[in-house]
């Protein structure tokens, strides 16, 4: 049996502190994905984000709303209660709220109390997207939105699905900047036996972006490449960035081309999938995923094909980082983690993540005791 050194183990743990984990407090001054807009209307939706319960609904404008989901009065939730117009009337004992989340009416009384009611949370529709603020309402900034401008271009054919993952999001984007896991993970979907051992590329340079390029030259394609791009050979070239955008999203690019064709003729095919991850617990979140092609846009048949083998693959980063999950509930003090040269974008990004988080959390108590963090 050979086991690392006390020093190892030891100098892995000092390293892992300093590396955001799913107890790590959640970054709230970000824009998160609540939902896709077309899963909001006109009946009450309840959805947990970054640990808070929230109802969302739209107004008879088709404004979207989000707010606590629970009575100022006894907590009863909202979302179990009912919409009359623009107004949620509570279910238990009648309370009704405007979409500003201000207490407007106690039928028990003819005065309301005033200077009542529950918070509400700007939202921001951008395409087949409905983002949150959970943080300070002051810092909601739209130009801060990591918006995806491919989503909504009509030169790119889009697809979208959700996931309710029983991971957690750190976990999450560790596994999206470290993609060596498709050639073993993936391996009956979209990986190939060449992945992992392929050159790449970082980019550590900015605070808060992280990027890995890998270059799989030349290479077979998995089915659901070689069938939609017809790259069948052994010639293929399979360029794949990986990007940490936020928080909440993280963007995979793949060039595909043959590299047996001369350069200035050959076809180059582009994909884009955006990993959209919305922490709901510590070891849950919300997983929305949009995934986008430049070619072959209007066949119908391949599209479906398409998104039935990526979502094949998607829901095995479900499967297998939930069972991951499994593992963590039940770490003892022999507990220990190891990390290789692959895991650099992945370990600043949770390094980024924990300096984040620390600091939100040292200002919130700071705010709340008035003293100064």
């Known amino acids: 049996m050979t086991l690392p050194t006390s020093n190892i183990i030891v100098n892995s743990r000092k390293a892992s502190a300093q590396m955001a984990t799913r107890h790590t407090p959640f970054v709230f001054n970000e824009w998160y994905v609540a939902a896709f807009s077309g899963d909001v209307g006109r009946e009450l939706m309840a959805r947990t984000i970054l640990g808070k319960r929230l109802v969302f609904y739209r107004t008879l404008d088709g404004k979207a709303v989000a707010m606590e989901d629970r009575c100022a009065h006894r907590s009863f939730p909202l979302s179990r209660s009912w919409l009359d117009g623009d107004t949620i009337v509570c279910g238990y004992h009648g309370f009704r709220?405007?979409?500003?989340?201000?207490?407007?009416?106690?039928?028990?009384?003819?005065?309301?109390?005033?200077g009542i009611g529950v918070r509400s949370y700007p939202l921001a529709e951008k395409g087949p997207l409905l983002w949150i603020w959970m943080g300070d309402p002051?810092?909601?900034d739209e130009?801060?939105?990591?918006?995806?401008?491919?989503?909504?271009?009509?030169?790119?054919?889009?697809?979208?699905?959700?996931?309710?993952?029983?991971?957690?999001?750190?976990?999450?984007?560790?596994?999206?900047?470290?993609?060596t896991h498709l050639q073993f993970l993936h391996a009956n979907t979209i990986g190939t036996p060449d992945y992992a051992s392929a050159p790449f590329e970082l980019d550590l340079k900015q605070e808060g972006y992280y990027r890995l390029l890998r270059r799989i030259v030349p290479t077979t394609l998995s089915p659901v490449w070689g069938n939609t791009t017809g790259i069948t050979g052994p010639t293929a070239a399979r360029i794949v960035t990986s990007e940490f955008l936020s928080p909440g999203l993280h963007r995979v690019s793949?060039?595909?081309?043959?590299?047996?064709?001369?350069?200035?003729?050959?076809?180059?095919?582009?994909?884009?999938?955006?990993?959209?991850?919305?922490p709901e617990t510590d070891h849950s979140m919300h997983y929305h995923i949009v995934h986008g092609r430049d070619f072959a846009?209007?066949?119908?048949?391949?599209?479906?094909?398409?998104?039935?083998?990526l979502f094949a693959a998607f829901k095995e980063d479900v499967d297998g980082l939930g069972a991951l999950e499994a593992?963590?509930?039940?770490?003892?003090?022999?507990?220990?983690?190891?990390?290789?040269?692959?895991?650099?974008?992945?370990?600043?990004?949770?390094?980024?993540?924990?300096?984040?988080?620390?600091?939100?959390?040292?200002?919130?108590?700071?705010?709340?005791?008035?003293?100064s963090a």
């Not at 039928?107 to 005033?114: A, H, M």
């Open 97 to 114: 709220y405007d979409e500003q989340g201000n207490l407007i009416e106690t039928p028990s009384q003819k005065t309301c109390p005033r």
């Open 138 to 140: 002051e810092l909601a």
């Open 143 to 179: 130009s801060t939105l990591p918006h995806q401008p491919w989503i909504e271009n009509p030169d790119w054919e889009c697809s979208s699905g959700y996931f309710h993952h029983p991971g957690n999001y750190v976990s999450m984007h560790e596994n999206l900047l470290d993609l």
């Open 254 to 278: 793949v060039t595909f081309y043959d590299t047996a064709l001369p350069e200035e003729t050959r076809p180059v095919f582009h994909i884009h999938t955006a990993h959209i991850i919305t």
């Open 297 to 309: 846009q209007a066949d119908t048949a391949l599209g479906e094909f398409m998104h039935e083998q």
């Open 327 to 371: 593992v963590i509930d039940d770490v003892d003090e022999n507990h220990y983690e190891i990390s290789v040269g692959s895991d650099a974008p992945a370990v600043a990004m949770r390094i980024y993540l924990k300096k984040r988080a620390d600091r939100e959390a040292q200002a919130r108590l700071a705010q709340l005791t008035g003293v």
